[in-house]
């Protein structure tokens, strides 16, 4: 399996919901990645997480709680969003200290 | 990691070879070039990296200068599919290390 899997590919919320993005990938990469991506824009990484413990936080609103329960899994847990936070989210892993990413194809998310 | 510059856009007739240039004038010794794509509405997709010698895998040739301070990656027979956004990134690779994507170079295909 050489693929990472993002579920769901699109989601619309409202600003008072709580959602989650989920993000697998069996691989054995021990680095699993969240980026950002607005429109016409590249992608900007949110969070890092190290042999499932989190190692970077790109400054990120506490209304994203990311989460690692296991080597395999990654989850995007979003809370009280707002409009502007409706972006393209695309989850990636590695091997730690590689960057030989490889990216999942994301989830579409639109904040009303 | 070292801060890389590429032409904002650039077209490439289909069957052609498609270069598309990176400069990176300030890399150190122990960054690689990465090279990345993004088609439309996908995920970003790793395409070929390297350190000093001229690389080449199924999906394209990386040619790096001597002095290493800039890079032209090659498509070899351009296809429409090939429309995407390429993204060049020096990076040292370590635990903590992350990639950051430019801006970039959107590339046009066209028939």
């Known amino acids: 399996d050489t693929e990472v899997t993002q579920t769901p590919k699109h989601l619309v919320m409202g600003m008072t919901n709580k959602k989650s993005l989920k993000c697998e990938q069996h691989?054995?990469?021990?680095?699993m990645y969240w980026y950002k991506q607005k429109a016409k824009k590249p992608p900007e990484l949110m969070f890092v997480?190290?042999?499932?413990?989190?190692?970077i936080n790109e400054s990120v609103p506490s209304r994203f709680s990311p989460e690692c329960p296991n080597s395999s899994l990654l989850n995007l847990h979003l809370h009280a969003l707002q409009p502007e936070d409706s972006a393209l989210y695309l989850c990636?892993?590695?091997?730690?200290?590689?960057?030989?990413?490889?990216f999942g194809s994301g989830t579409r998310l639109t904040v009303v | 990691d070292a801060k890389t510059t590429q032409p904002t856009s650039m077209d490439c007739a289909e069957g052609r070879a498609a270069n598309l240039p990176c400069n990176h004038s300030?890399?150190?010794?122990?960054?690689?070039v990465y090279w990345y794509r993004q088609i439309h509405s996908q995920g970003p997709q790793y395409i070929i990296h390297?350190?000093?010698n001229n690389e080449t895998n199924e999906m394209a040739s990386l040619i790096i200068t001597e002095d290493r301070k800039s890079s032209t990656l090659i498509l070899p027979h351009a296809t429409l599919r090939d429309t995407a956004v390429y993204y060049c990134?020096?990076?040292?690779?370590?635990?903590?290390?992350?990639?950051?994507f430019g801006q970039g170079t959107t590339l046009q295909v066209k028939p």
């Open positions: 390297g350190l000093k």
């Open positions: 300030t890399i150190s010794g122990n960054e690689y």
């Open positions: 990134i020096a990076l040292r690779p370590s635990n903590t290390g992350k990639l950051i």
């Open positions: 691989m054995g990469h021990r680095a």
């Open positions: 990636a892993s590695s091997q730690v200290g590689g960057a030989g990413y490889t």
């Open positions: 997480y190290s042999y499932e413990k989190l190692s």
